[in-house]
């Protein structure tokens, strides 16, 4: 119970991130509660609010929502209307007001505060200039592109970097782990994810646990160094793509070609 | 050819949604038949009738053509009865368009400046680039249904076949894309981020619109106000990376972004008419579609969305001093409740 409590508190911080959003909902709504004369808004805005805060914070809803998922028990606190008792409170506090020069002072400051206390969501960090309609790295559609085979689905390692969207621009590529071993809370491992995302790669180690895997390719970045070459144990250049060093395995060349998937 | 699918797909995201959004408004008074609920009902009907065609066909392990089929048909039939039995509220949802030119020039401004604001962020939705680790889940199962024409046996990380992933199949947003994908012939990656993106979020100020109307009735000229005050509060809402605000301005194409943005407020919509002293068949019925599309958006509603409508529901039953309209907001419920227990059963 004590574990769950600490979850809660962890979740209400890392929520409000470093700024005042809490502080300003609970002010917005002291506000709504001394001016709101429609008991029914009241309710639905200043009581179920309050309500919610409390069954939110209560450890036995929060254990029972946390078993089902325990990582995700922040989303409860989407359901607080702050957005709409925040602006909603600011139209109030403008409409009091009878100047036009009071209305424009309240509401640039209100837009102010609100552009203080938050952070641009469009910052270049974690938005960029689409590449393409995909809004995917046009690098990962390259070598997708080069991946892919007509009637036959090739399983293919590549590195970290390509994980998240190869298999969304294409599902006919196959792979021996995808970005879930990326994500170590999630505690996938792989000697071939470790071999791939070494400093280093080491051609042999990479052939075999590759071999293992049954990938017909292996896709390496050319700006990392390697030691040993791909060429010593079986594997085939087909290419650079985008920085991108695509190798065949042999054998599978081989069966693929006997089989008939390739000419 | 190629415009020819662009056409389609904007026809399904645009205009369809007004002609599905007819029957739900028809049965609402005059006040609420505007062009912003009409949008809103209209996707509402098409995600309620998705996750009450798709959850069999994926349960039963039935493939993707087969509920492409069934549910297109669903549509074109729901679309055929809307426009035959309620065309006629779109002339009262026109009316709008004269009330707009009779407001003040300080009023018109002030829409002329949410509208710009609102613009801005459909611009950055289409032409930036947002990288969501989660994407490689939810494109890559629209893209396994697309490929092997299979739902939620395929491993989204690998392409593995594998058991079934129960928790996600009850909530078949990326179901939904492939469906757009396969009747218009556009990538479904291409859909969700460069269409979804920004129709979603024309979707989403609809919302606040319409609770703005519900807040503001008696200030109107004030609503531009609201909606400014909105779009800011969401453009500087990243003050984590938890918050709703994050979640719908950098996916809302995915199930939990439209939760989010949009979900969650049109529950407080429903609320605020749900107040009203007289309520309206077509609130009801935008009670359970939403109901029923938070499902369709996230299994975290199964839990949430009784919790928030329960609460309200005994609040306001508490107002209105009846226990029948508690028992019947929490009758809306059971589509959650319902799919709780499928969950429980087959995990």
Known sequence: MIETIKAIWEDVVLYNGNSFLLVFFLLALIFLWITEKNKNLKMIFIYLSIALVVVFLNPIYAWIAMKVDDEVYYRVWWTLPIGIVVCYSVAKAVIYFRKIISKMLVIAMAILVIVMNGNFVYTNTIHFKAGNAYHIPQMAIDVAEALRMDNYNPKAVLPSELLPFVRQYTAEIIMPYGRNIVETRWGFSSPLYDCMEADVYVAEDIAQYAREETCVYVVLSSIKPMEGKMEDYHYTLQGLVSGYYIYMDNYCYETLKEQGYIE | ?347
């Open chain 2, 1 to 347: 050819m190629w415009i020819f699918n662009w056409a389609i797909l904007l026809f399904l995201v645009l205009i369809m949604p007004f002609g599905l959004g007819m029957i739900p408004v028809k049965y609402m008074d005059k006040a609420h038949r505007t062009p912003a609920m009409l949008y809103a009902c209209g996707w509402f009907v098409s995600f309620a009738l998705f996750e009450l065609v798709a959850i069999p066909f994926i349960l039963l392990r039935r493939s993707f053509t087969e509920l492409a089929i069934a549910y297109t048909l669903c549509i074109v039939l729901a679309l055929g009865i809307s426009i035959w039995k309620a065309y006629h509220v779109v002339a009262d949802c026109m009316e709008y368009r004269r009330a707009f030119w009779s407001m003040s020039w300080i009023v018109r401004s002030g829409w002329g400046i949410a509208f710009l604001c609102i613009a801005a962020q459909l611009f950055a939705a289409i032409f930036l680039e947002y990288w969501d680790g989660d994407d490689s889940y939810y494109m890559a199962q629209a893209m396994i249904a697309d490929t092997y024409d299979v739902m939620y046996t395929r491993d989204a990380y690998t392409g593995y076949e594998f058991g079934f992933d129960i928790r996600h199949a009850l909530s078949p947003v990326p179901i939904y894309f492939a469906w757009l994908s396969k009747l218009s012939g556009i990538h479904a990656v291409i859909i969700a981020h460069s269409v979804i993106a920004p129709v979603w979020l024309i979707l989403m100020y609809c919302v606040y619109a319409l609770i703005a109307e519900k807040l503001l009735g008696q200030h109107r000229e004030y609503k531009p106000l609201f909606m400014i005050l909105i779009s800011i509060w969401y453009c500087f809402g990243n003050v984590s990376i938890y918050t709703a605000e994050t979640f719908a301005m950098n996916r809302i194409w995915q199930g939990k972004g439209l939760m989010a943005g949009i979900i969650i407020p049109l529950l407080y919509l429903c609320l605020l008419c749900l107040k009203e002293n007289s309520i309206s068949k077509g609130t009801w019925i935008l009670l359970i579609l939403t109901i029923i599309a938070s499902c369709f958006a996230t299994s975290t509603s199964l839990m949430l969305v009784p919790t928030l409508v329960g609460i309200g529901a005994f609040l306001l039953g508490y107002r209105k001093k009846s226990l029948r309209f508690v028992f019947k907001v929490l009758l809306c419920c059971l589509p959650c409740v319902i799919l709780a227990v499928c969950y429980l059963c087959l995990n």
